[in-house]
């Protein structure tokens, strides 16, 4: 008499388990579904919503893979804005991640060559009729490949990021895709600052 499962003693299922033990455990900051609910309690995101802690829906999610690059930009938006949270595996690591927060700061066809140094200009929030210039410092350029996956597609692009900081330690990255810049302008947060609430399995699957 055959057992339920088996054939010729051995497990249907044993294979399969097999398989399933292989596949490595996927990182809770890598590959975030979309339609994932991210919540940030940083100190900028509290300042700007006057919560505690903010709740952002994900909508699109770039991938780059570069030489010693492995970064995520999550774009994630509430009914008033969109921000993006970045995720970079620390390099020579294989689980170690660093956490930052950013703004778009601008789109726009390329023109003359990207300069070593770029001043930014932001309002003097102690005066409205000032502006306050800022000093960005280029550190490298990672040439990458770039997944873009939102809900209804995934494409592949050939991109370039190009490296920045300033004096206080605020970073700045171009993305340079085709003959498209997008300007991200941000800065490191806490690991403790975000919260992340997976979309559902069937979601989860098909992004």
Not at 95 to 114: A, N
Not at 141 to 162: G, M, Q
Request: with cysteine; charged share 35%; hydrophobic share 30%.
């Amino acid at each position: 008499m055959a057992l339920f499962g088996k054939k010729e003693g051995k497990s249907l299922f044993s294979k399969r388990n097999e398989d399933d033990a292989k596949k490595p455990e996927r990182h809770e900051l890598v590959d975030i579904p979309i339609n994932s609910i991210i919540e940030l309690s940083d100190l900028t995101t509290y300042q700007e919503t006057g919560d505690t802690s903010h709740a952002f829906t994900l909508y699109t999610r770039k991938k780059y893979e570069g030489n010693g690059l492995l970064r995520y930009m999550y774009h994630i938006k509430d009914v008033e804005g969109e921000l993006v949270v970045g995720v970079d595996q620390i390099a020579g690591t294989k689980d170690e991640y660093e956490i930052s927060r950013w703004i778009v700061d601008g789109e726009q066809e390329l023109g003359d060559p990207i300069p070593d140094e770029m001043t930014l200009f932001y309002p003097d929030p102690d005066n409205e009729d000032e502006e306050i210039a800022v000093e960005y410092y280029r550190q490298e350029i990672v040439p990458a490949k770039l997944t873009v996956t939102d809900a209804e597609n995934k494409e592949e692009f050939e991109a370039e990021l190009h490296e920045y900081i300033n004096d206080n330690e605020e970073l700045m990255s171009i993305e340079l895709c085709g003959n498209w810049l997008t300007f991200y302008v941000g800065m490191l947060i806490d690991r403790s600052d975000l919260e992340i609430y997976p979309a559902n399995l069937n979601e989860q699957i098909r992004s």
